[in-house]
């Protein structure tokens, strides 16, 4: 099993800009599909983006697009998630995790594994 730390989190004003990064370990990122989740209180965990295995083809939810860049540094073994022009509505606990069975789509959380502990990101008004 890979272990996924998420840091990066925190309070920032609507329209500011937070970066959150995912370190891998016991595994290399670039054997795997990630992806980044986000879970707001009392809500179900959503897909926010996607990464494929070779780095390229993202993908984001429509709520993140044009505002959220999913990135990785294969020498860190970490990816990244640049969120900017943040709204209040992005307020959530970030995870990353690693896709792990096709079956499921790839924007349904069921399909992924090996969960970190998440980050906690606040947009205020």
């Known amino acids: 099993q890979v272990q996924l730390v998420e840091t990066g989190g925190g309070l920032v004003q609507a329209g500011g800009s937070l970066r959150l990064s995912c370190a891998a370990s016991g595994g290399n990122i670039t054997d795997y599909e990630m992806g980044w989740f986000r879970q707001a209180p009392g809500k179900e965990r959503t897909f926010v983006a996607r990464?494929?295995?070779?780095?390229?083809?993202?993908l984001y939810a429509d709520s993140v697009k044009g505002r959220f860049t999913i990135s990785r540094d294969t020498a860190k073994n970490t990816v990244y998630l640049q969120m900017n022009s943040l709204k209040p509505e992005d307020t959530a606990l970030y995870f990353c995790?690693?896709?792990?069975?096709?079956?499921?789509?790839?924007?349904?959380?069921?399909?992924?594994?090996?969960w970190g502990q998440g980050t906690q990101v606040t947009v205020s008004e």
């Open positions: 995790a690693i896709r792990r069975d096709p079956f499921y789509n790839l924007e349904s959380s069921g399909g992924y594994g090996d």
């Open positions: 990464i494929t295995r070779s780095g390229g083809h993202p």
